[in-house]
């Protein structure tokens, strides 16, 4: 049964690591999709470009951090008022999550690295480019599949996002918590 009190007396939280990670990627992620899909947009005033690579390069690596830490730590039980369709839906977009938290990046580094910029981590220290040139297929599949699936990404995340805002004002089952 859902929890009655507002807010849950006792919910269990994810531990902090998976907390700050999660927060940090998400801005780092809200920040790839917004420059990602409207960059172009202001251009003149801010070549985003440059920071998008970075930010999506360091994404990859708290991401890798992210897996790992999942997999060696238990998520917290669902409160038991989560119904089996609830479970589902959750683990299969989280899942998704996750794969695309690792695609984005890698497919973005594969065609930036044919193209003519440098790439470079907030102008700290260069980035390599991995082997890849301009005409070569895979090139060309990395680069659709930035798009579609940058795409999809932000469809994903405004759905969850809906999933956090209804758990927390129409159900008030204390999901938020878990991730405060
Ligand atoms: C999780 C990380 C990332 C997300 C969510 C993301 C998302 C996006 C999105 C939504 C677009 C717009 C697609 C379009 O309208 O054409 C885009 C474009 C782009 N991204 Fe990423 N990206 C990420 C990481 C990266 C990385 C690591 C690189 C390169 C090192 C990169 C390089 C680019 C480039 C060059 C474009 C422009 C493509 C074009 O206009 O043809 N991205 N990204
Ligand atoms: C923008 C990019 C975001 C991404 C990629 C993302 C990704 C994820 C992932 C993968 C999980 C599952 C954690 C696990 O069990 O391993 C999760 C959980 C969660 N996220 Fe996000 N998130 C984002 C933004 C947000 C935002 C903006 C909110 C709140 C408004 C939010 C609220 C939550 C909550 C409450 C949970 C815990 C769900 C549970 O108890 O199982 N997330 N997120």
Known sequence: MASTLYPPAAVARYNGVA????????????????TGIFGESFEDVWASMPSHKATGLLILVLSIARIGWRLLWKRPDY?????????????????????????????????????KYPLSF????????????????????????????GYGF????????????YHQWVLKDGTLQRML
Request: net charge positive; aromatic share 12%.
């Open 79 to 115: 409160p038991a008022g989560f119904s089996a369709f609830q479970r589902k839906v959750a683990a299969a977009t989280h899942g998704t999550f996750y794969l695309l938290m690792l695609i984005l990046p890698v497919t973005g580094w594969i065609f930036s690295s044919a193209g």
């Open 122 to 149: 907030y102008g700290l220290f260069a980035i390599p480019k991995l082997p890849f040139t301009k005409g070569m297929a895979i090139v060309d599949a990395a680069h659709e599949t930035h798009e579609l699936l």
């Open 154 to 165: 932000a469809a994903l995340v405004v759905l969850h996002i809906a999933a956090a805002v």
């Open 19 to 34: 907390r700050t990670l999660h927060w940090a990627i998400a801005l780092a992620i809200l920040f790839n999709l917004f």
